[in-house]
């Protein structure tokens, strides 16, 4: 099957499931995930359809998604742990944690006007880009994994940390590190 008709079986799909799955769509064309990923980025470029978790939807779908719901997990994201990207465009994004919203940020990066979170202990607002993270502590927060918690100050961070334990990084450096986590693991569950 040419690129061209594998795109079109992939929209097609979309059109009558909403979502699906790389490995899905690796399975029943199949061919290997590398080539759906080739096959897929000229239509996530043309914003015909976005990224999720381990999968992709249809672009047009996004603004359905209720209130307050993650828009790349597709969890409720209104808890102490969200982070809301506004993007150029005045829209708002929910992400229901650090870890959605580091991923989301990379997807849309050049759309973000915005990015704001609350700091884990004082559950203030900060400008995400300036917060502090802290990969994979010894604390479950239910929700996406590698658990990913943000603060204001270093000084707090660093403490929690000798407490905790996990990886301590700057905005930029969170960015990088949920990548290449994300690429090893498929799925934020």
Known sequence: M????????ILSWLRKEGSIK??????????SEMTIYR??????EQEEVYRTSGG???????????????????????????????????EVEHACCAHCGLLRFHDIENDVAQIICKDFLHDTTLNAKTAYYLFNPDLSINCCMPTVLTFGSLKNAQQFQTGFGGNLLSFPDAIVEIKKVMKLNNSCH
């Open 2 to 9: 040419l690129p061209i008709e594998r795109k079109k079986q």
């Open 22 to 31: 790389i490995g899905e769509i690796s399975k029943r064309l199949q061919v």
């Open 39 to 44: 096959d897929l980025k000229p239509l996530i």
């Open 56 to 90: 992709i939807t249809l672009r047009k779908e996004a603004p359905s998604l209720p209130n307050h719901t993650c828009t790349y997990c597709h969890k409720i994201s209104l808890t102490k742990f969200s982070i809301q990207i506004l993007t150029l465009d005045q």
